[in-house]
């Protein structure tokens, strides 16, 4: 099993940064990759931004695409994202995500490819 912490949340002004980051615990070294997602109110949970363990291979939503990214320190078990240019509609709460099957390499934008979750932390963006 792995725990997954994240961190890095806040209130930020429309186009400002932040940069969120997830401290991995546990049997880390069993996962194929890591990914984020984000749930804003009313809506369901939504794909983000994924990266293999192995050879740091990415994927991105086309909404975040140029602005976010994500990156992993594999000696640290921590996996970050980097978010520039915010928007409104980035308004969430993000959750970081362990993978460990197969299906994760080919499905990683599929929120049932993660096995464990984090708790979430809240990003709000204001115009």
């Known amino acids: 099993q792995v725990q997954l912490v994240e961190s890095g949340g806040g209130l930020v002004q429309v186009g400002g940064s932040l940069r969120l980051s997830c401290a991995a615990s546990g049997r880390t070294f069993s996962r194929y990759g890591m990914g984020w997602f984000r749930q804003a109110p009313g809506k369901e949970r939504e794909f983000v931004a994924a990266i293999t363990w192995r050879s740091g291979t990415t994927s991105y939503a086309d909404s975040v695409k140029g602005r976010f990214t994500i990156s992993r320190d594999n000696a640290a078990s921590a996996m970050y994202l980097q978010m520039n240019t915010l928007k409104t509609e980035d308004t969430a709460i993000y959750y970081c995500?362990?993978?460990?099957?197969?299906?994760?390499?080919?499905?990683?934008?599929?929120?049932?490819?993660?096995?464990?979750w984090g708790q979430g932390t809240q990003v709000t963006v204001s115009s």
């Open positions: 995500g362990a993978a460990k099957g197969v299906f994760y390499l080919s499905n990683p934008a599929q929120a049932s490819a993660y096995d464990s």
